[in-house]
């Protein structure tokens, strides 16, 4: 019995984007970031390496769309202003020129966030920590839930702004 397998190295196509091939690298965190949230130099030339090296789609790691509140609390980067597109922008450039499309996960950490690293409660839709032992989250009102949902529609049009071809949400 003959199998079929995904030619792997073969381009394919969502919507309007076209990796070269099914080749794709997973957001990993780097805490490469700024203290500011911005895009580092190091970055840049981390994705850059992976593009070189003939991956098809990278996905850059998870970035803030509400700091400080909705942030990790390390060197995470950020995208909930427009002070962060230029670099993006850079970063998109750099990909684009070896040939691989770029993504980009978005992220409100919610429950997992750390009071001892953003001064501030975690919050969440419930009260529930998100994993034992952590910090129990301040329940967030309807319109606080709202309000971030808001941003991650935002968040996704300052992406494309920036030459980014796709997102993931990270909830």
Same mark, same amino acid.
């Given at each position: ?36 949230g ?6 840049i ?9 003939? @991956?098809?789609?990278?996905? #850059? ?5 509400? *700091?400080? &509140? /909705?942030?990790n609390?390390?060197?995470? $980067? ?39 690293? @953003?001064?501030?409660?975690? #919050? ?5 920590? *998100?994993? &034992? /032992? ?5 329940? $967030? ?31």
């Amino acid at each position: 019995m003959k199998k079929e397998f995904i030619p792997i190295f073969e381009p394919f196509t969502v919507r309007r984007m076209t990796p070269k091939n099914k080749i794709i690298t997973n957001p990993m965190g780097t805490n490469y970031g700024e203290q500011s949230g911005e895009m580092s130099f190091l970055h840049i030339n981390y994705y850059e390496q992976r593009a070189k090296g003939g @991956t098809g789609l990278i996905m #850059v790691e998870n970035a803030s769309v509400d *700091s400080p &509140e /909705g942030s990790n609390g390390t060197t995470q $980067l950020r995208i909930d202003h427009d002070n962060y597109i230029p670099r993006l922008f850079k970063l998109t450039e750099t990909i684009h020129k070896q040939g691989a499309c770029i993504g980009i996960q978005l992220n409100h950490a919610g429950a997992a966030a750390q009071s001892k690293r @953003t001064n501030m409660q975690p #919050v969440s839709a419930p009260d529930i920590p *998100s994993k &034992e /032992g952590g910090e129990i989250p301040r329940p $967030l009102k309807k319109a606080e839930i709202m309000r971030i949902a808001k941003k991650y529609g935002e968040e996704a049009t300052r992406a494309q702004t920036a030459g980014i071809e796709t997102v993931d949400s990270h909830a």
